[in-house]
Nanobody, 133 residues
Framework: QVQLVESGGGLVQAGDSLRLSCAGS????????MGWFRQAPGKEREFLAT???????????YYTDSVKGRFTISRGNAKNMVYLQMNSLKPEDTAVYYC???????????????????????WGRGTQVTVSS
């Protein structure tokens, strides 16, 4: 059974940092894109960032504009792991953060495809991040 499990969420103050982790199991994720989405209360789920396999040990990253410079996505040495380092957190970053994996997105994919939730095959259950002002 394929699973994605997120961890690392919590309650922090504005300006703090958090590092989210996502562990995939049940299959090999080396050639999968793995990324992060979030859903704030009353809002639709939105794309944040994803990494796509470019061959060998090279991964390419896509980001939505709103988090560029504050959030950094990375893959672990064990390619079934993906991380999201979040710095300078703001109250508007409060949301449930989801990990997702896709066999349909590669290094030749465009930003629009990378952000398309329909392109993702597997989803985690989410981890809550709350940023107080």
């Amino acid at each position: 059974q394929v699973q994605l499990v997120e961890s690392g969420g919590g309650l922090v103050q504005a300006g703090d940092s958090l590092r989210l982790s996502c562990a995939g199991s049940g299959r090999t994720f080396t050639d999968y894109a793995m990324g992060w989405f979030r859903q704030a209360p009353g809002k639709e789920r939105e794309f944040l960032a994803t990494t796509t396999w470019s061959g060998g040990s090279t991964y390419y990253a896509y980001y939505t504009d709103s988090v560029k410079g504050r959030f950094t996505i990375s893959r672990g040495n064990a390619k079934n792991m993906v991380y999201l380092q979040m710095n300078s957190l703001k109250p508007e970053d409060t949301a449930v953060y989801y990990c997702a994996a896709s066999a349909n997105i590669g290094s030749a994919s465009d930003q629009r495809s990378a952000a398309d939730q329909q392109m993702y095959d597997y989803w985690g259950r989410g981890t809550q991040v709350t940023v107080s002002s």
